[in-house]
């Protein structure tokens, strides 16, 4: 499974960014789905993931009431809608994918694929 994130940018606090993560190859319909994030001199940190079908999700306190995951029906794209989004939310944000059982989707440990990383700067 291939990954490709894209949708970062520069945004001011308050504003909104919607990142995508296109999957090509593999089974990618079937797997969890994640975004993480890291900023510069700190761990990677999970921020969302989505169940293979969709139904179920999982937000990092930080996060949630602010930032949507979802997949598109065909299952072969996760979106990430930040909004209201502040300067803490500066990072890389990375997609990620993993055949392993939804109780693990908070644990980068566990996702063998990786997308390559957008950059999200807010300002204040």
């Given at each position: ?48 993931a ?17 930032f ?18 502040k ?38």
């Open positions: 499974v291939q990954l490709q994130a894209s949708g970062g940018g520069l945004v001011q606090a308050g504003g909104s960014l919607r990142l995508s993560c296109a999957a090509s190859g593999g089974t990618f319909g079937r797997y969890n789905s994640a975004w993480f994030r890291q900023a510069p001199g700190k761990e990677r940190e999970f921020v969302a989505v169940k293979w079908s969709g139904g179920n999700t999982a937000y990092a306190d930080s996060v949630k009431g602010r949507t995951i979802s997949k598109d029906n065909a299952k072969t794209t996760v979106f990430l809608q930040m909004n209201s989004l300067p803490e939310d500066t990072a890389v944000y990375y997609c990620a994918a993993t055949s392993t059982i939804w109780m693990y989707a908070r644990n980068h440990e566990h996702y063998g694929y990786w997308g390559q990383g957008t950059q999200v700067t807010v300002s204040s």
